[in-house]
């Protein structure tokens, strides 16, 4: 959202997450199995208070093995991903994404379980119709674990988002 005000929580939450994926990424790219980039997102700071000036699209981008992929990461404290959590404009974003051809998904850290998942658009995308039928406003962990893949550290792999190792 453009202008949106963020205080030092709020821009800190999901730093463990991102760190752990640059890690992998740079991890990917040592061994010359994938190049992802962290789409930078600027921001503006006033007199100790920063926002954002534009929103961001998602948070990576990249190829690996010569398909195209995006994804954000999401972290969440709670037993549910709530769809709020995922903007409009990163929903449209990853569609468009996947239409071309690309790969798209999220990479949802569940702190409350100390687990991580690579949760498909397609999913994603069920989810946002049943709430706006009026059914849950979340992604309920449960979905995760049926339909998501979930990431563990394999190898010299701390989160093998790709399944590479």
């Keep these: 959202m453009i202008g949106h005000n963020i205080n030092s929580s709020y821009a800190n939450r999901g730093k463990r997450l991102e760190t752990l994926i640059d890690y ?9 199995l994938a190049i992802v980039h962290k789409i930078p997102v600027e921001h503006k700071t006033y007199h100790g208070q920063s ?22 990461a999401k972290m969440t404290g709670a037993k549910n991903l ?25 990479v949802v850290e569940f702190t409350a379980v100390n687990e991580i998942y690579r949760l498909p658009l397609y999913v994603l995308q ?11 406003k979340s992604i309920p962990l449960k979905i995760f674990r049926a339909q ?6 394999k190898s010299v792999f701390p989160l093998d988002y790709l399944n590479l190792a």
Excluded: C, M
């Design 24 to 32: 992998q990424n740079h991890l990917y790219l040592i061994k010359k």
């Design 126 to 136: 069920e989810a946002i119709e049943e709430a706006t039928k009026g059914g849950r």
């Design 82 to 106: 709530p769809l709020a959590n995922i903007p409009d404009h990163q929903v449209e974003f990853l569609t468009d994404w996947q239409t071309q051809g690309g790969q798209s998904f999220l």
């Design 148 to 153: 998501a893949k979930r990431i563990e550290a």
């Design 51 to 72: 926002w954002f000036n534009q929103p961001s699209i998602v948070d990576y981008v990249g190829l690996t093995s010569g398909k195209a992929i995006a994804f954000d």
